[in-house]
T-cell receptor, first 113, second 114 residues
């Protein structure tokens, strides 16, 4: 099965909050990441959280981490049309003696007026 | 260079031909990843390099796919006898050798097999 799982689609009204959820399997992941991919563009790191934190806030972005449940969420306040993109959750997984960076399938966020 | 560079940015090839995709990671980054993103899909892990060695090749979809990395820097992903289902964007990322560091992505190579 997938090591990092996300729901595939989210549709929100402009001005509302968006919450994108992610679950992961490797509890040894010390950093967890959110990447953003805008249409036709590459992936850019949006934010990250260290595993000893429960929450990290950066302007309109809030990352919540429940380490016990291995659940990560990204909240975007006052969602704008420019936030329409695919959001990927990522974590390092230990496999074959090495840590490799594994991504979820991505959540496509659609913002409508 | 300043960022991860991939070439070509677009490649159209005939079914059955071989293609080579190139990735130039950020200087000093020893970890290098190849992913594939099919139309409307998420990121599929293909292969991972630590230096010149590939400890994890589990994501390569078939024996038509191979990758190498020389000098701990440039990597080449080769697809032999391309098929239409190989059409996708191939993304390369690099990061510093220790774990839990940000991975930086190239803009990708869009491969179309006709």
């Amino acid at each position: 099965g997938e090591d990092v799982e996300q729901s595939l689609f989210l549709s929100v009204r402009e001005g509302d909050s968006s919450v994108i959820n992610c679950t992961y399997t490797d509890s040894s992941s010390t950093y967890l990441y959110w990447y953003k991919q805008e249409p036709g563009a590459g992936l850019q790191l949006l934010t990250y959280i260290f595993s000893n934190m429960d929450m990290k806030q950066d302007q309109r972005l809030t990352v919540l981490l429940n380490k016990k449940d291995k659940h990560l969420s990204l909240r975007i306040a006052d969602t704008q049309t420019g936030d329409s993109a695919i959001y990927f959750c990522a974590a390092y997984m230990f496999s074959g003696g090495y840590n490799k960076l594994i991504f979820g399938a991505g959540t496509r966020l659609a913002v409508h007026p | 260079g300043a960022g991860v560079s991939q070439s070509p940015s677009n490649k159209v090839t005939e079914k059955g031909k071989d293609v080579e995709l190139r990735c130039d990671p950020i200087s000093g980054h020893t970890a290098l990843y190849w992913y594939r993103q099919s139309l409307g899909q998420g990121l599929e892990f293909l292969i991972y390099f630590q230096g010149n060695s590939a400890p994890d090749k589990s994501g390569l979809p078939s024996d038509r796919f191979s990758a190498e990395r020389t000098g701990g820097s440039v990597s080449t992903l080769t697809i032999q006898r391309t098929q239409q289902e190989d059409s996708a964007v191939y993304l390369c990322a690099s990061s510093q050798m220790w774990v839990d560091t940000e991975a930086f992505f190239g803009q990708g190579t869009r491969l179309t097999v006709v």
